[in-house]
């Protein structure tokens, strides 16, 4: 299948998946994960209209970054501390937010900048060690540390949940998200903009849209299996 295709097969089902919520496609915003995926590929899927970009390591996206004009980048792996000044002046939105020490590092060099640096909170809803993200438990306490940082806008939530077949376990995952994302609306601080709520790859994102994401991640459902090099 080519990437065209596969690009019409997942608008469809985003449709299809907005419809049965009886919300709008047009709401749903789809980043193309395009990690460990060419170039060729990419730029087939900006020829299908697609202008947004998901990166998980920061030596990718600067080697793709000036190879591929006129899209946004967004940043949705670990990001280590010392790697924030390489990407600050080059993506939209960064989706995992986890840790105040990075909060800190993201919240100076945006300054250093002049720029306001959307953030997503990355949630570890299944609690596990090989995720980075928040605790669900943990998130109030962590919320109430982010306040005083203006140059970033903490903008919504992000999360993996755990692998799983089990559609009702991953709907279940996705509704205690949808919880703290609502719950976050409540905050007036003054770098807080509740919007966006970014749940759902390949092969559970019609459950994602079902329960409210708006940003949903597709990797191979977009480029098909990714090389790893
Ligand atoms: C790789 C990745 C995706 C895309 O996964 P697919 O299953 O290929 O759609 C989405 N989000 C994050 C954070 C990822 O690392």
Redesign the pocket.
């Known amino acids: 299948m080519s990437v065209s295709n596969n690009i019409s097969r997942v608008r469809e089902r985003i449709e299809l998946a907005a419809m049965r919520a009886g919300r709008q496609p047009e709401d749903i915003e789809l980043?193309a994960?395009s990690?460990?995926q060419s170039l060729e590929k990419m730029y087939e899927a900006k020829e299908c209209g697609l202008r947004v970009f998901?990166e998980?390591k920061v030596q990718e996206l600067l080697d793709k970054y000036d190879k591929i004009q006129d899209v946004k980048w967004h940043f949705?792996?670990h990001l280590q501390t010392n790697k924030v000044k390489y990407i600050i002046d080059k993506v939209e939105m960064i989706?995992?937010l986890d840790r105040i020490g990075l909060v800190e590092e993201i919240d100076k060099r945006a300054k250093q900048i002049n720029r306001i640096m959307p953030v997503l909170i990355q949630i570890n809803i299944g609690r596990e060690e090989t995720k980075s993200g928040i605790y669900e438990e943990d998130v109030e306490n962590f919320i109430s540390g982010l306040e005083k940082y203006q140059n970033i806008l903490v903008s919504g939530i992000?999360t993996?949940p755990p692998p799983s077949d089990n559609k009702s376990e991953i709907r279940g995952y996705f509704r205690r998200v949808k919880k703290i994302f609502d719950d976050l609306k409540q905050y007036k601080y003054k770098n807080f903009d509740i919007k966006y709520l970014?749940m759902g790859?390949?092969?559970d994102?019609e459950i994602a849209i079902e329960e409210g994401a708006n940003i949903i991640?597709?990797?191979?459902?977009?480029?098909g299996q990714?090389n790893y090099l």
Do not use: Q
């Open positions: 980043v994960v990690k460990m998901g998980n949705i792996g989706h995992s992000m993996i970014s790859m390949t092969n994102f991640r597709v990797g191979t459902g977009i480029f990714r």
